[in-house]
Structure formats: C-alpha cells, structure tokens
C-alpha cells in the first residue's frame, strides 16, 4: 500500500455487503453502520429482499436493480460470499479426491459469482470520486505461495477469482478512474468456514476485528493498486 496520507472512501453514498449474513458478511454490515459513513447500509443474502444467490444471475440482476433504487450511488461494495465446504463438498487432501461436481460447484461460487457480481454492480459505482468493489479471496489461491498443495477446487478458484478481479478492474478504470477493484485475503477468521481447518497456535481473529482490519486497508488502497490482491494488513499477496 502507498505511504501517505489515506485516501479514504467519501462520506455519503450506500455500502453494500453481498453475503451479508456470513460470520464476516454480518461483521461487515455492523462496522459499516456503526461508522455513520454512509448515507445507508445494504446487506444481501440468500434471506434477503430481494434474495442473493450468485448462481443465478437473475437473482443478481434483482439485486443490482435494488443497489441502482437505493437513492444514492454505491460509494463501497463488499462481496463476502463463498464457499469452502459443505454437506456435500470438502477440501481436497490428494488428488485422488477431485470430484468434478465439487469442482464446478467451487467454481460456479467462488468465481462465477463474483464474475456476476462485477458484471451487474460495477457499472452503478459513481464516475467521480474514490469508490470500492472489494471481493473476498484467499491466500490459498495465490499460485506463487502454494507450497502445500491440496484443496484443488478451493485454490483453482479462488486464483480464477484474483484473474476476473484483476480484469474488472483494468476495464473498471477505463469507466471509473478514482475507482478501486480488489481481491482482499481477510487472514484466519473464526467463522463457520474456517473453524474446521484453523491449526493450534496460529492467530484466529473475531469477524469483528477482521472487518476493521479490512475497512483501513480499502481506505488505504487507491486507483493504482486497483486490480491487485491484498491480505488484511493491505500488503500484497503473490498471484
């Protein structure tokens, strides 16, 4: 992140948080409101009306059209879906593991979604004036600091998710030059997502301490870095 003094998202204008009622979705939607920043906070989930479901992209376009009604252009935009696990799918340990269903299904969430999202919500940030598009990735999916191996659908489309996020944002700058597109690694974060896998003696943070953390580093991040992957101190990650 470039030293100096921190170009922080404007006051006034909506926040909105997709996947709003995950464990750092919901934490998000408390800072946001609690920072009395914005002229209104907007948090979608599948519960939500309209409801979010980033498979399906008239579900997405029904969302966008509720952002686009809001009475004011989105000023920062939060994409907290995702998935790692569910009843049906877990991280692949070997290769032996790889299903193609679990695959398409990380996929269509992790990547496609958020493709979506881009497609759909980009085009309402303001023309002026410093503005956020901000998509959770992981760590796991940079390609340079895998030194693990496993969980193949998890990383392949999370690293799916960085490209798309870089791309948006190459074209986002062309339309919106003070606007910023990122992909934000938010660190080990007890939610539900992440207790299965959190190790002894590694640092595990409250959501709450994780969207404060997350909200500096967008204040901090300008045009330039637009594109770029970030983790939750606002330091580059390696694709």
């Given at each position: 992140m470039e030293q100096g003094a921190l170009p922080s998202i404007p006051e006034g204008g909506v926040a909105v948080v997709l996947g709003a009622t995950g464990g750092l979705g919901a934490a998000m939607v408390e800072a946001l409101g609690a920072s009395g920043r914005f002229t209104a906070v907007r948090g979608f989930s599948r519960s939500s009306d309209p409801a979010l479901d980033v498979t399906d992209e008239a579900s997405v376009q029904r969302v966008a059209e509720a952002v686009a009604n809001a009475?004011?252009?989105?000023?920062?935009?939060?994409?907290?879906?995702?998935?790692?696990?569910?009843?049906?799918?877990?991280?692949?340990?070997?290769?032996?593991?790889?299903?193609?269903?679990?695959?398409?299904?990380?996929?269509?969430?992790?990547?496609?979604?958020?493709?979506?999202?881009?497609?759909?919500?980009?085009?309402?940030?303001?023309?002026?004036?410093?503005?956020?598009?901000?998509?959770?990735?992981?760590?796991?999916?940079?390609?340079?600091?895998?030194?693990a191996g496993g969980w193949y659908a998890y990383r392949a489309a999370k690293a799916a998710l960085n490209q798309l996020t870089h791309t948006a944002a190459i074209e986002l700058a062309r339309r919106r030059g003070e606007a910023v597109c990122v992909a934000l690694h938010p660190g080990t974060t007890d939610?539900?997502?992440?207790?299965?896998?959190?190790?002894?003696?590694?640092?595990v943070r409250s959501p709450e301490v994780a969207a404060g953390e997350l909200l500096a580093v967008l204040d901090g991040l300008t045009p330039a870095e637009s594109g770029g992957f970030f983790d939750q101190h606002g330091e580059p990650i390696a694709w």
């Open positions: 009475g004011a252009a989105p000023r920062l935009i939060f994409d907290a879906t995702g998935v790692l696990h569910d009843a049906t799918m877990q991280p692949e340990k070997s290769w032996r593991h790889i299903d193609p269903a679990a695959m398409q299904r990380a996929f269509a969430v992790n990547a496609t979604g958020p493709a979506l999202l881009m497609k759909h919500l980009l085009p309402l940030l303001p023309r002026e004036g410093k503005s956020v598009f901000a998509t959770l990735s992981a760590r796991v999916g940079s390609i340079g600091d895998n030194r939610t539900a997502m992440t207790q299965p896998f959190s190790k002894r003696g590694l640092t």
